[in-house]
């Protein structure tokens, strides 16, 4: 008898230890990972895209939460470093990709970006997460084959990986000068409800 409580003791001490180690995969979270674009880059938090997405979740979609993993400065390499750590910790049903920027402000080969996109999109689809990937566009004195390069690996790589694709982030707001900011590349907090509007349309599917 003494042997039995044993081992039923033993057991469900085992048991106990296993579940407290199942991630929680029934959570609705979904991770932001980018850069100043997805950050609020000087403009208050509240104003930005990723929060203002998190608003209009709790009216249209409740449930969900937003963790916004995003960065200032964030190039493709560093958010690949990164993404696991937090694939880990959230366990996220939807990963939303917008890095790149970075990478082509600062001329960095196209084939790296590749490289680091699509590593991010299989670890995230391999946690079982679904996937929007953000484009990005570079402004016209980078030339058209460094452009038409950028534009190329976010639609290809959303093919191949059978992710969902943003073609341009900015759409309807880099051209206007009132909804940007002096630097030319960042929104004002009045064109931050139009970059919502452009990611709304791909992401409400995944959800």
Not at 12 to 35: C, E, H, M, R
Not at 44 to 64: N, S, T
Not at 150 to 174: C, M, N, S, T
Request: charged share 15%.
């Amino acid at each position: 008898m003494r042997r039995f409580l044993y081992l039923f003791v033993l057991l469900f001490g085992i048991g106990v230890v296993q579940a407290a180690s199942t991630p929680n995969v029934s959570a609705k979270n979904l991770l932001v990972l980018g850069d100043s674009l997805s950050a609020a880059h000087n403009i208050p938090v509240e104003a930005g895209w990723v929060h203002l997405l998190e608003v209009r979740l709790k009216q249209m979609e409740p449930g969900w939460t937003v963790i916004n993993a995003s960065i200032s400065g964030e190039t493709s390499v560093s958010g690949r470093n990164r993404l696991p750590a937090l694939l880990a910790q959230y366990h996220p049903r939807v990963v939303v990709i917008e890095l790149g920027a970075n990478d082509g402000l600062r001329g960095l080969p196209l084939t790296d970006l590749r490289t680091h996109l699509a590593a991010m999109i299989d670890a995230a689809q391999h946690a079982g997460a679904k996937v929007l990937l953000l484009g990005i566009e570079m402004p016209v004195n980078y030339g058209p084959q460094y452009r038409d390069g950028l534009r190329a690996v976010y639609a290809d790589l959303a093919r191949e990986k059978h992710a969902a694709l943003v073609p341009f982030l900015l759409d309807g707001v880099a051209l206007n000068p009132a909804l940007m900011q002096e630097d030319g590349l960042h929104p004002v907090a009045a064109g931050e409800p139009m970059v919502l509007d452009n990611v709304w349309p791909t992401l409400k599917p995944l959800l």
